[in-house]
């Protein structure tokens, strides 16, 4: 739960600076950096943008 809200909060950033594409390595190391006791995988994290941009209706680029 507390991931989804870390990388929503980086999407939303992310589309108010302009809309620049969020990859799944800069993710992971957003989420890792906000959540440092929190073990967080790269299957997760790519996993939770999946579903994000499902619900945001956004382009995915693979």
């Given at each position: 739960?507390?991931?989804?809200?870390?990388?929503?909060?980086?999407?939303?950033?992310?589309?108010?600076?302009?809309?620049?594409?969020?990859?799944?390595?800069?993710?992971?190391?957003?989420?890792?950096g906000?959540?440092?006791?929190?073990?967080?995988?790269?299957q997760?994290?790519?996993?939770?943008?999946?579903?994000?941009?499902?619900?945001?209706?956004?382009?995915?680029?693979?």
């Open positions: 739960r507390n991931v989804r809200r870390v990388l929503l909060g980086l999407v939303y950033n992310r589309t108010l600076k302009g809309g620049e594409p969020v990859g799944v390595a800069e993710a992971h190391a957003f989420v890792s906000k959540l440092p006791d929190q073990t967080v995988s790269r997760e994290v790519a996993s939770i943008l999946g579903h994000l941009a499902a619900e945001l209706d956004a382009d995915v680029t693979v």
